[in-house]
C-alpha cells in the first residue's frame, strides 16, 4: 500500500470496515485503517462483506481475464466489496524494490528478471495447453463440437422442421378431403397394405 497512495483515498471512506477474502480453502479478513492502509482482522471480527473466489478463478483473474470478474461471489456490502476488489485489481507492488532492501539491488533484479520469465512462461504454456486440449477433443475425442457441425446440425434441424410443417399441412389437407368426398366417407384404411 506504501507504494500505491491513490488506493489509501479510495479506502478511507470504508476506514473500520472489514472484508473477508475467500480463495478455495484459505480465508482471512482484512480490516481498513482509517489512513486507508490495511491490516489482517481479528478473529472474531464481523465481515461487512465477503469475496468468495475459486482457485481456477483467481487464476484467471491474475491472467487479466476480464469475464473472471463476472463469477467472483460478493457477500455484503457490494460497494464495499467493489471498491475494495478495484484497489486490489489495480495496485503494482514492485516487490523488486522491497527485495532490494534485504538481499540487494542486483539479486532482486535477477529474482524478479526470473518471476517475469516464469509468469511468461507459464502463461503461454497454459494458452497452448488449452488449444491442444480443445483440438483433441474436437478431432480425437470428440466432447466439443466444431462451430461448423453445429451450425450443419442446426440447418438440417430446421429443414426437417420445415419439411415436417409442410407434411402436417398436407396431411390436413388430404383428411378434409377425404372427409368432404362422399364416396370416401366411412372407408377405412387397412394399415397392412
Avoid: C
Amino acid at each position: 500500500m506504501a507504494q500505491n497512495g491513490w488506493a489509501n483515498a479510495m479506502l478511507q471512506p470504508f476506514a473500520t470496515k472489514t472484508v473477508k477474502i475467500n480463495v478455495g480453502f484459505i480465508s482471512t479478513s482484512i480490516v481498513i485503517l482509517e489512513n486507508g492502509n490495511l491490516a489482517i482482522a481479528t478473529e472474531n471480527s464481523t465481515a461487512d462483506a465477503t469475496i468468495t473466489i475459486s482457485p481456477s478463478l483467481a487464476l484467471r483473474l491474475m491472467a487479466k481475464d476480464e469475464a473472471a470478474k463476472l463469477q467472483v461471489v460478493i457477500e455484503g456490502d457490494t460497494h464495499l466489496a467493489g471498491e475494495f476488489a478495484k484497489v486490489l485489481t489495480d495496485i503494482v507492488w514492485d516487490y523488486e524494490e522491497d527485495l532490494s532492501k534485504f538481499i540487494g539491488e542486483i539479486a532482486a533484479y535477477k529474482f524478479g528478471s526470473i518471476a517475469r520469465d516464469t509468469t511468461k512462461s507459464v502463461k503461454e504454456t497454459s494458452v497452448k495447453l488449452t488449444e491442444m486440449l480443445s483440438e483433441y477433443w474436437q478431432e480425437q475425442m470428440p466432447l466439443i463440437a466444431k462451430k461448423q457441425h453445429v451450425e450443419e446440425f442446426n440447418t438440417e434441424v430446421d429443414a426437417l422442421r420445415a419439411d415436417v410443417a409442410r407434411f402436417e399441412k398436407k396431411l390436413a389437407k388430404l383428411t378434409q378431403s377425404v372427409s368432404q368426398h362422399p364416396d370416401l366417407k366411412g372407408t377405412a384404411v387397412d394399415s397392412t397394405d
